[in-house]
C-alpha cells in the first residue's frame, strides 16, 4: 500500500481516519487523526481511499487534514437514513457489496468520503446490518426487533448507571439525596458486587456505577448498606455468599406445624421395646434444646450395661417428603456465636423429636456390656421407646461426677475406652474449646473450655463408641451407609495427647489426613477404629439421619437407600457441608477480632509456629487464633517458642490484626 493512502480502521469501538506513512504487503504503518502512529493489518482496515496525500508535507498539516477528512465524513453519515435503507433491501436477504450500498444512498457523484460515511453509519448503528468491511446483510424483521430491544435496555443500563452514580456520589459525600426509581436495582447490584467482586453478574455496572461516583474503595459499599439499612454493622455476609436461609420455606413450616403430637400409650402394639422404665440422662450444653442423644447404664454381675439412645428423626421426617427435601439441602445445623441456623424446623428440632425430660420418644438404642475391667462383650441394636428422667448440662454433670454413680462409672468407662482406642493407634487431638457468645446488647464472652473435662470426655467416648458400634452392626449385615475412615497423618508428634504440649497438639492436626466418605468400611486411623459412621445427631446432621434410616430399614421400619443412592446424597450434601464449615469459622474469626478491636495495646502471650519469608506465623494461645507477625530485628525466633505479643490493629470486617513483638 502506497505512502499518502488515506485510510480507516476500528480501535477500541471507534472509527479512526489515518494516512499511510509506509507499508508492506500486510502491516502498515500510519498516522492517525490524534497524530499517534500506530502498526496495522491491512487485511483489518475498515476503509481505503483512492485519495493520495504528500506524506512530508508536515507532521501538523497531516493531522489537521485527517481531522478535516474525519469530521466531514461524520457530517455526511448523519445525512443517512440507516432503517430505510434497510427497508429498501431487506426483501433481498441477501449480501450487498459496499459500492451498491453506497449507489443507493448516494446516486450522485459518490466517492470515496460517501463510502466510509456509510460504513461509519452502519457501525454506529447495528440494529439493521450485519457488515463486514466491503459486505452488508440486512437483519431478519425479528433480529430488528432484538435489536432495538438490545439497544433500549444498554440505554436503561446507561441510564440506571449514571442516576445511581449520581446517588451514590451524593450518599457518600454525607447527603440524603431523593433515591431513584432503580434504587432496588442499583442496591441488588451493588450488594453482588460486594460480595463476589468479579463473580458477580453486576461486576460491570457496578463498577460503572462506583466510576461514575468516583469511588475507587468498594469497601465504601458496605458503610453504604449500613447506611441504608440494608445490612447490619456485623452482617453476616457468608450467609448471603451462600444463599443460607435462616428461616424454612412455608411449605415446610407448614407440614411441621401441622405434624400432630404421636401417643404412644399403647406401647405394647408396637415392634419397638419398650425402655421407658429405663434410668436415661442427658448431658448437653447450657440452652440447648435439640436433644438427640441419652445414656444409660445398669449394673451386672460381670461389669455394666451401657445404652446410648439416639432420636429416632426418621418416625417423623419421611425421605423424599416435603421436610427431607429441603433439610437435604442444608446438610446440617449451624452454630455461630451470634446465632443458630437449625437443620430441621424447631417444631421438630425442639419438640417432637428432641429427648425432652418425662415424655416418650421413639429411639434407635444401642446397648454394650462392659465388664468391671472395661472389656466390650457383646452389643446390641433395636428401635425402642425412651423416657428421659434427667437433663444435665456439662457443669452439672462435672459438679457430681465423683458423687453420681451413673456419672462415674459412665465416666470411667470412658477413660478406659479412649484408653484402649490409643492403644489401637488413634491419633488424637487435645486442644481447648474457644466459646464465643454474642449477647443481645452487644456484649461478647469468650471463655476457653476444657474438651476433655469429665463430662465432655464421657459424652464424646460414648457417641465414639455407638457410632462404631452402628458401623460394625450395618457391615456385617452388608447395609451401605456413609462409612467415614481416615487414612494415616503424615506423622506422629506424640503418642499421649494428654502429655504433649499445645505446640504439638496444634502442628499434629495439621499432619492428619482428610476424611475420606464411601459407601464402604474402612479404617480410620484417627479413631484407631476398624469401622465408622456418625448416626448420633440426626436432629444436628443430615449423614447421621441417612445413616439412621439404614439401621431403620434393618428393622423394616423402612425402605433403605441403596450404595449408588448413598453416593448421590454424599455428593449434594457435600457443598452445603463445606459452606456450613466455612461460615461457622469465619463467624467465629469475626466475632473473636471483634472482640480484640476493644484490646488494641494489650499484651498476649503466643506460641510461634513456622516462619515465612518475613513473617512468622503464630498462634494467640488465649484464643486459639492464627496470625502474622513481621520479623523482628535481633530476634531469631523458632518453632515451638512462647512468645508475648502486642496487638497493634484489628479489623473485624476486612479479617485483619496486626501484632508485634514484646
Known amino acids: 500500500m502506497e505512502p499518502g493512502t488515506i485510510v480507516e480502521y476500528i480501535e477500541q469501538q471507534r472509527i479512526f481516519c489515518a494516512v499511510v506513512l509506509n507499508g508492506q504487503e500486510e502491516r502498515v504503518r500510519l498516522l492517525n487523526e490524534n497524530g499517534r502512529e500506530v502498526n496495522h493489518k491491512v487485511s483489518r482496515l475498515s476503509h481505503t481511499s483512492e485519495i493520495r496525500i504528500n506524506v512530508n508535507r508536515g507532521r501538523d498539516r497531516l493531522v489537521d487534514f485527517l481531522k478535516e477528512t474525519s469530521a466531514r465524513r461524520q457530517s455526511i453519515r448523519k445525512s443517512i437514513d440507516i432503517r430505510e435503507l434497510w427497508e429498501v433491501l431487506n426483501p433481498m436477504g441477501e449480501w450487498v457489496d459496499l459500492e451498491t450500498m453506497t449507489g443507493l444512498c448516494f446516486p450522485d457523484n459518490s466517492n470515496g468520503d460517501h463510502e466510509a460515511a456509510l460504513i461509519r453509519a452502519c457501525f454506529e448503528n447495528r440494529i439493521y446490518f450485519k457488515f463486514n468491511y466491503q459486505w452488508f446483510l440486512p ?11 438490545k439497544e433500549r435496555e444498554k440505554a436503561r443500563r446507561q441510564q440506571l448507571i449514571e442516576n445511581g452514580g449520581e446517588w451514590l456520589k451524593k450518599l457518600v459525600a454525607g447527603g440524603a439525596p431523593e433515591p431513584p426509581e432503580s434504587l432496588q436495582h442499583i442496591l441488588e447490584a451493588l450488594k453482588s458486587y460486594y460480595l463476589f467482586g468479579k463473580e458477580s453478574s453486576y461486576y460491570s455496572m457496578a463498577k460503572a456505577i462506583l466510576a461514575h461516583a468516583g469511588i475507587e474503595s468498594p469497601d465504601k459499599i458496605f458503610d453504604v448498606l449500613v447506611r441504608l439499612g440494608v445490612w447490619s454493622l456485623n452482617q453476616n455476609l457468608e450467609l448471603d455468599r451462600f444463599e443460607i436461609s435462616i428461616d424454612f420455606s412455608g411449605p415446610v413450616s407448614e407440614t411441621a406445624s401441622h405434624l400432630p403430637v404421636v401417643d404412644y400409650s399403647d406401647i405394647e402394639k408396637t415392634d419397638r421395646r419398650d425402655l421407658t422404665g429405663l434410668e436415661l440422662i442427658t448431658i448437653d450444653g447450657q440452652g440447648t434444646m435439640d436433644y438427640d442423644d441419652a445414656l444409660s447404664i445398669e449394673p451386672l454381675e460381670t461389669g455394666h450395661r451401657i445404652g446410648v439412645h439416639i432420636a429416632d428423626v426418621g418416625e417423623y421426617v419421611p425421605r423424599e417428603g416435603v421436610i427431607d427435601r ?17 437443620m430441621l424446623p424447631p417444631r421438630l428440632a425442639e419438640d417432637l423429636c428432641s429427648l425432652r425430660a418425662c415424655e416418650i420418644r421413639p429411639a434407635i438404642s444401642i446397648f454394650f456390656t462392659v465388664t468391671h475391667t ?9 428401635p425402642s421407646f425412651i423416657s428421659v428422667d434427667r437433663q444435665l448440662s456439662y457443669n452439672d454433670a462435672d459438679l457430681i461426677s465423683a458423687s453420681d454413680d451413673a456419672i462415674r462409672q459412665l465416666s470411667k468407662f470412658a477413660v478406659d475406652f479412649r484408653n484402649q482406642r490409643l492403644s489401637d493407634g488413634a491419633v488424637l487431638i487435645s486442644l481447648p ?18 474438651r476433655n473435662s469429665p463430662s465432655k470426655l464421657l459424652v464424646s467416648e460414648m457417641m465414639i463408641m455407638a457410632n462404631w458400634l452402628m458401623a460394625r452392626f450395618l457391615s456385617q449385615k452388608g447395609v451401605p451407609a456413609v462409612f467415614r475412615s481416615q487414612p494415616e ?20 492436626r495439621r499432619m492428619l489426613s482428610r476424611v475420606v466418605l464411601s459407601t464402604t468400611p474402612e479404617y480410620h486411623s484417627g479413631l484407631g477404629l476398624d469401622a465408622y459412621v456418625t448416626a448420633t445427631s440426626p436432629i444436628r446432621k443430615y449423614f447421621d439421619l441417612v445413616t439412621q434410616r439404614q439401621l431403620r430399614s434393618c428393622f423394616n421400619l423402612e425402605e433403605g437407600y441403596s450404595a449408588e443412592e448413598i453416593e448421590q446424597v454424599i455428593q449434594k450434601v457435600q457443598q452445603p457441608l463445606t459452606h456450613a464449615a466455612i461460615t461457622q469459622a469465619r463467624r467465629f474469626r469475626y466475632w473473636m477480632l471483634k472482640y480484640l478491636e476493644g484490646r488494641l495495646g494489650q499484651k498476649e502471650e503466643a506460641i510461634v509456629l513456622d516462619k515465612r519469608w518475613d513473617k512468622y506465623t503464630i498462634l494467640l494461645t488465649a ?19 512462647l512468645i508475648q505479643i502486642t496487638i497493634q490493629h484489628v479489623n473485624a470486617r476486612q479479617d485483619k490484626i496486626s501484632v508485634i513483638l514484646g
Not at 629 to 641: F, Q, T
Open 139 to 149: 437483519h431478519s424483521a425479528d433480529e430488528v426487533e432484538k435489536n432495538i430491544e
Open 326 to 342: 429441603e433439610i437435604i439441602n442444608r446438610g446440617t445445623s449451624i452454630y455461630m456465636p451470634d446465632m443458630k441456623i437449625s
Open 374 to 382: 472395661g472389656r466390650i462383650c457383646d452389643s446390641d441394636i433395636f
Open 433 to 450: 474449646d474457644v466459646s464465643i457468645r454474642v449477647f443481645d446488647n452487644g456484649e461478647i464472652s469468650i471463655r476457653k473450655l476444657d
Open 489 to 508: 497423618p503424615r506423622g506422629k508428634l506424640y503418642q499421649n495427647p494428654d502429655n504433649a504440649t499445645l505446640f504439638q497438639n496444634w502442628m499434629q
Open 623 to 641: 484464643y486459639l487464633l492464627e496470625c502474622r507477625m513481621p520479623v523482628s530485628g535481633g530476634w531469631e525466633l523458632k518453632p515451638g517458642d
